[in-house]
């Protein structure tokens, strides 16, 4: 499976219009598989093997931003969903803690 690592301006450009955060419910498709084949370099120090669900926010009718936690409250490892193409659009670490990252 290809996995791609979003720079900042594309993880960015995928966050359209007012997210929606998405309560409990089922995904639209399994993304699992995606998940396990990011390399372990792309989550850094981060331990997100946990697989929890942090939240998940739907960028209009077009992508789904599924974090998903590390052991840090404020890192998490954004999986970005292609609502249309029903597949994984890419990943991106996310650390609220630094200045100049898009923040959901």
Not at 52 to 71: A, D, F, N, P, T
């Amino acid at each position: 499976m290809q996995v791609r690592k979003l720079t900042t301006e594309e993880f960015a450009a995928t966050k359209i219009g007012k997210p929606t955060k998405i309560e409990a419910g089922e995904p639209l498709f399994d993304f699992w598989a995606y998940v396990e084949a990011i390399p372990a370099e792309d989550f850094g120090e981060y331990d997100c093997t946990a697989g929890v669900v942090g939240h998940v926010y739907r960028m209009e009718e077009k992508y789904e931003h599924v974090l998903i936690q590390s052991q840090y409250a404020e890192i998490a490892m954004v999986l970005v969903l292609d609502l249309d193409a029903k597949e994984a659009y890419g990943h991106y670490l996310l650390d609220i803690r630094k200045r100049g990252n898009p923040v959901i």
